[in-house]
Structures are given as structure tokens and as C-alpha cells.
């Protein structure tokens, strides 16, 4: 399917590279993440890329579709 996103190390900041490959494991896209979450593909696209800071709403709802434990936020969303 061509209109899936591939990661790579531009369209992802560095900091959300596991977050990125996590996605990808759950055979998501960051579209299809988007609309999972109620949100646009450019909302997802911009926070992924570190130009906007993911909310504390977005990161819980993202941890509960990516089954993403609370030992592991850090490991997906790094606060340094």
C-alpha cells in the first residue's frame, strides 16, 4: 500500500525513533494511528518530527493503543 508511511531517520525526530518502530510493530501507520486517536495525519506527522509536543492526553491514549506499559513511557516518550 503506497499511501502507508515508512519511517525513516528524517521524517522521525531522534527522540521518537522507538515510538516510531513501536508503531510500525503494531502495524500501524502514523495515518492510520491519527485517525485511531480522533486526529489528523499532520498532527501525528508534526509531533513524531519534534516540532510540537506530544500532550499528556495524546501520550496516555497512545500508550493504551500500542499497549504500551507504564514502565515503558519513558522508553517512547523521552523527557530529555
Given at each position: 500500500n ?17 515510538l516510531?518502530?513501536r ?13 485511531e ?6 498532527y ?5 518530527r ?9 501520550m ?21
Amino acid at each position: 500500500n503506497m499511501s502507508r508511511v515508512i519511517y525513516t531517520e528524517t521524517s522521525v525526530f531522534p527522540k521518537y525513533r522507538a515510538l516510531g518502530e513501536r508503531i510500525r510493530q503494531e502495524d500501524y501507520t502514523q495515518a492510520e494511528l491519527a485517525k485511531e486517536m480522533g486526529k489528523s495525519g499532520a498532527y501525528i506527522s508534526l509531533r513524531m518530527r519534534g516540532k510540537v509536543d506530544w500532550s499528556l492526553s495524546d501520550m496516555q491514549t497512545i500508550c493504551k493503543i500500542l499497549g504500551i506499559t507504564r514502565n515503558e513511557v519513558l522508553k517512547y516518550f523521552p523527557i530529555v
